[in-house]
């Protein structure tokens, strides 16, 4: 680990401190916990492909059944009747 010096307010300080009696753990390892998650927060949000995504490798895996050609377009008449 690296040694970090930082500045807190008062008030942060007084509010870190007793979290971490709370919770039984150091203040140092509740700064780190809350790193962690700014770092987190901050990364931005991976956008998966379409194609990349793991339900079209569904795609085929079921042959022989007979189902309609325009099960997409008209799937909530073939799940629930007419509407």
Avoid: C, F, N
């Avoid at 970090?4 to 007084?14: F, M, P, R, S, V």
């Avoid at 927060?41 to 085929?60: K, N, S, T, Y």
């Amino acid at each position: 680990m690296e040694r970090k010096q930082i500045y807190l307010a008062k008030d942060q300080e007084d509010q870190l401190k007793d979290l971490a009696k709370r919770r039984g753990v150091s203040e140092s390892s509740l700064i780190r916990e809350a790193v962690a998650q700014y770092i987190v927060a901050q990364e931005p949000l991976v956008v998966m492909r379409a194609q990349d995504h793991p339900v079209w490798a569904l795609i085929g895996v079921v042959e022989g059944v007979d189902v309609p050609e325009d099960g997409a377009l008209h799937h909530d008449q073939y799940l629930y009747g007419a509407l």
